[in-house]
């Protein structure tokens, strides 16, 4: 339950929010009106074009031919014949029901001006004519027993071009089948020898399923995108805000503990987001059913807009409110001004539309994996319910993990509002970070300069790694030995020159140190027994979401990459250069950033997370984020990067003997075993035991240490 004091600072902060003026028209004004002009004024605009589009007179350019005069060209002529012949099909047709030639682009048949020009293809081009035509026929003939050829030339990159090209079509379409009919009426064949076999396509699908197909395109990612920033303005206002003004500490100096305060400005900003997303909803709905949409989609009885589910998605998005204002308070907490705390919400707004795009995208289900991903998972099932799938355990899944995600949100945002560091933040001023006249010797780097650096090398070692795959045939022998050269230069050089620069001493900022032989011996266990539990963790990522095959065939594109290159090879190019120079960077240079400014477990699990995204393929995140805790943990311990690249190398360079040495596969009994198999029963227990000795003389040697 909430206390007395919690509620009162909620009451106090949440009137102040709503006297303000900005924030009423960024919740209220913005949503109520936007939708409405949007949505009705696009359709209105896009109505008149189309009715200019299908009132303005059409130019159709013809070859000219110069041996006849310009007002005799034989095409010109058949051009106008066609037409004319056209236009009498349409007006014996127009009573008829049962014809299905007569369309709206058919209607405008007079609008057509055919018009002989030199060039048909460079008229076009240059919009001297709509579409051009190009067809071969022979004037002789009186009669038609052969088939004519015509081609239509226009311009895809011209709307009315492609409209007019469209209409054109039509017109010779309505000619070739009333052509045919008449071919056929005077041999006296029957109409069905031109389809022997007619196929038709029924529609099961139910008007609400077509209809929340068709919201469930943009409609769930919009309104996860209108949650998320409708909890910017407060998140920033009751945070930086308050510091700006200098309001922050007279209201920290009251006798409410921290973590109250918090609590209560977090439950504004989540009331805020809830309500914004709810306005967002009722405009929206209000705009497609007041708007004429929802009678205009089911004119035809197929399609029918599931309005009435819209207030159901609104409850579950309850949990991602409260997940998302957590994650903006705890983020806004750092700012010391507005200005500050807008640009720190642009890479969580830009972290949420990845996974957000992804679930818009066709054919992504609410599956495996996808159900637990936040902003991923939302946006998948607002899109199922909008199609009438209703599966309480999917929905289950989505909110007991939304709601763990936010209770370990609410509790960092907790923790990050009653430090001193964020409630009395330095205003000291980027300039001076760069300028070596102020600097001082460290032996770590900062945490900043740790984050920046990662964060911009993580996209060009991404664009580097995609340009350098080999094509369709090619080996991917040259990807490796490209890796191995520029990996050192922007793992290991990189840092390096950032370090002198900034004068942070490289033997500790990197890990450096000598380490004591009990860790060489744990480093050595968990590298040499790593690959086993990493395997069974493979095969039980499969059986929860299935791998896909391109990354369980690696293993044989690995086998062709260093066919007849022996074993050394292999093992300096995934074994021995990976280890020293992924060590040197994420548990030196990352970890070392976070030792003075981040606890040791979330410090490790950061840098492991970066670890496995860095290498690109995320179908292996629970695989290799496992292995960077791990050798986090070790690294910690032993305040030296030695042990983490020997347990690294290990790892590695056994899976290469395994892969290239039939002899030792054979030996272990793992040689006919695919890569989603388990391994056998001993060989899991020995590996488990040898990983778990390694990390228990760990924890074992630094608990000594310390006493």
Not at 322 to 345: D, G, H, P
Not at 496 to 503: G, H, R, S, T, V
Not at 566 to 589: D, M, N, Q, T
Request: charged letters at 15%; one cysteine or more; glycine letters at 6%.
């Amino acid at each position: 339950m909430l206390n007395r004091r919690i509620i009162t600072i909620y009451t106090k902060e949440l009137t102040e929010l709503l006297r303000d003026r900005r924030t009423l028209i960024a919740m209220i004004v913005v949503p109520i009106a936007l939708y409405p002009l949007l949505i009705i004024g696009s359709v209105h605009l896009l109505s008149i074009q189309d009715d200019e589009r299908k009132a303005e007179r059409m130019t159709i350019g013809i070859q000219y031919d110069p041996q006849y005069s310009e007002d005799n060209q034989p095409a010109v002529r058949y051009l106008s014949r066609q037409l004319q012949a056209a236009k009498e099909i349409i007006r014996e047709n127009r009573n008829n029901e049962s014809a299905d030639i007569v369309s709206n682009g058919l209607v405008s048949i007079d609008r057509m001006d055919v018009l002989a020009v030199d060039d048909v293809s460079h008229a076009v081009e240059a919009g001297a004519c709509h579409v051009g035509v190009l067809f071969e026929i022979d004037e002789s003939a009186r009669q038609r027993p052969a088939q004519h050829n015509v081609t239509i030339k226009y311009d895809k990159a011209e709307l009315r071009s492609e409209s007019a090209a469209a209409r054109l079509r039509d017109v010779f379409d309505m000619l070739s089948r009333n052509l045919t009919e008449e071919i056929l009426h005077r041999e006296r064949l029957p109409l069905w020898i031109l389809d022997p076999i007619h196929v038709s396509t029924e529609n099961v699908a139910t008007p609400q399923k077509v209809g929340g197909m068709v919201l469930g395109s943009i409609v769930p990612l919009v309104l996860v995108l209108m949650t998320i920033t409708g909890a910017i303005y407060p998140a920033i206002d009751l945070t930086a805000g308050e510091r700006e003004r200098g309001t922050l500490e007279t209201l920290i100096v009251c006798p409410v503990p921290p973590v109250e305060l918090m609590t209560g400005k977090y439950l504004v900003v989540a009331t805020v987001a809830m309500m914004g997303a709810a306005l967002n909803l009722i405009s929206m709905g209000a705009t497609l059913h007041f708007g004429g949409f929802t009678d205009m989609i089911g004119a035809s009885g197929d399609t029918e807009l599931p309005l009435e589910v819209l207030p159901v998605i609104l409850i579950v998005l309850v949990p991602f409110a409260m997940l998302f204002s957590a994650i903006m308070v705890a983020v806004c907490s750092y700012a010391r001004t507005f200005k500050e705390a807008q640009n720190y919400i642009m890479p969580v707004i830009l972290a949420a539309l990845i996974p957000g795009g992804v679930a818009a995208m066709p054919g992504t289900e609410i599956s495996g994996i996808n159900a637990y991903v936040p902003v991923m998972n939302m946006v998948l099932l607002a899109r199922e319910m909008l199609l009438g799938h209703f599966e309480w355990l999917t929905i289950l899944k989505v909110m007991l993990s939304t709601c763990v995600y936010a209770g370990s949100a609410v509790m960092v945002a907790s923790r990050v509002f009653s430090t001193e560091s964020a409630i009395f933040a330095d205003s000291a001023s980027l300039k001076a970070s760069f300028s070596r006249k102020f600097m001082q010797s460290a032996r770590y780097p900062t945490s900043t300069l740790a984050l920046i650096t990662t964060a911009i090398l993580f996209p060009v070692w991404m664009f580097v790694q995609f340009s350098i795959q080999p094509g369709k045939g090619e080996s991917a022998l040259q990807t490796f030995q490209m890796t191995a050269w520029l990996m050192p230069i922007a793992l290991v050089v990189i840092p390096i020159l950032l370090l002198a620069y900034f004068k942070v001493r490289i033997g500790s900022a990197l890990g450096l140190n000598s380490a004591k032989p009990r860790y060489i011996v744990a480093a050595i266990l968990i590298g040499i027994g790593g690959w086993i539990p990493a395997h069974e963790i493979f095969v039980l990522q499969h059986a929860i979401s299935p791998i896909p095959k391109a990354i369980l065939e690696s293993n044989d594109t690995l086998m062709n990459a260093f066919k007849n290159q022996g074993i050394w090879l292999p093992l300096l190019l995934i074994a021995v250069i990976p280890a020293i120079c992924e060590e040197l960077f994420f548990r030196g240079f990352l970890l070392g950033g976070l030792r003075k400014t981040t606890k040791k477990w979330p410090a490790i699990v950061i840098v492991a997370s970066v670890f496995a995204v860095f290498h690109i393929i995320l179908i292996k995140f629970a695989i290799t984020a496992t292995l960077g805790v791990v050798l986090g943990y070790l690294c910690w311990q032993s305040r030296s990067i030695i042990p983490a690249i020997l347990a690294h190398m290990l790892h590695n360079g056994i899976a290469v003997l395994i892969a290239f040495i039939p002899a030792i596969s054979n030996k272990l009994g793992v040689s006919d075993l695919g890569p989603i198999d388990h391994l056998p029963i001993h060989i899991i227990a020995i590996g488990s035991a040898t990983v778990i000795a390694g990390i228990v003389l760990v924890a074992s040697s630094r608990a000594q240490s310390t006493r």
